[in-house]
């Protein structure tokens, strides 16, 4: 399996705190990316890094930010949590653009 | 834009008997293709993969599949059925032009029964 975690795996957060997510890789993967899955609409893409400090927009990326001062560490963060962002969170890797990507085993967040 | 349809949100099949998971994508050239299977609780793990060449690809566990460029699919199958492959599957498909992102299904979930 590839070398990624996500930290925390579970976290329950009041609506309108700041929270982080954490992904950290050991596979030296220049290309970053975090997820999110809800019932009904698979995975989709919030923001992707293609290396240290280089990220982009996915499709869903309203009310998150994220950054990557390191190879290994890719960061989401939820300024100010929604009800809305209740989700499982999943980071994934990948070597190269358009290469498969490997998943982390996700963060379980919900915002009450 | 792509996209990837999987027709089946549930499929139940008895143990030891053959399985066949749908995947349909629209793109105009013949994009990668993935399959992945999640179980409960679990991160995806990537079953197999298609980059060009021989249209049946091997993958882990038992599982093959098909790429049919006339047909825009890129089925799932496994001859027989295991208890444990009971999780939930998703086709995904990137373009292999330039940096693209990588598209996902919505899922099929698969029921093994006894």
């Known amino acids: 399996d590839a070398g990624i975690t996500q930290s925390p795996r579970h976290k329950v957060t009041e609506t309108g705190t700041p929270v982080t997510l954490r992904c950290h890789q050991t596979?030296?993967?220049?290309?970053m990316y975090w997820y999110r899955q809800d019932p009904g609409h698979g995975l989709r893409l919030i923001h992707y890094?293609?290396?240290?400090?280089?990220?982009d927009k996915g499709e869903v990326s309203d009310g998150y930010s994220v950054s990557r001062s390191k190879t290994e560490d890719f960061l989401l963060t939820l300024e100010s949590a929604t009800s809305s962002q209740t989700s499982v969170y999943f980071c994934?890797?990948?070597?190269?653009?358009?290469?498969?990507?490997?998943f982390g085993p996700g963060t379980r967040l919900t915002v009450t | 834009a792509q996209s990837v349809t999987q027709p089946d949100i549930h499929i139940t099949v008895s143990e030891g008997a053959s399985l066949e998971l749908r995947c349909n994508y629209s793109?105009?050239?013949?994009?990668?293709l993935f399959w992945y299977v999640q179980s409960p609780g679990q991160g995806l793990q990537l079953l197999l993969k298609?980059?060009?060449?021989?249209?049946l690809v091997q993958g882990i566990k038992g599982f093959e599949a098909e790429f049919k460029r006339s047909q825009s699919s890129f089925n799932l199958r496994k001859p027989s059925v295991h208890w444990s492959d009971a999780a939930e599957y998703f086709c995904?498909?990137?373009?292999?032009?330039?940096?693209?992102?990588?598209?996902f299904g919505t899922g099929t979930r698969l029921l093994v029964s006894p």
């Open positions: 596979e030296n993967h220049r290309y």
């Open positions: 298609y980059f060009s060449g021989d249209t």
């Open positions: 793109y105009g050239a013949t994009p990668y």
């Open positions: 994934a890797i990948s070597s190269g653009t358009g290469r498969e990507q490997y």
């Open positions: 890094s293609y290396g240290v400090k280089d990220t």
């Open positions: 995904a498909v990137v373009r292999n032009t330039g940096f693209q992102k990588l598209v």
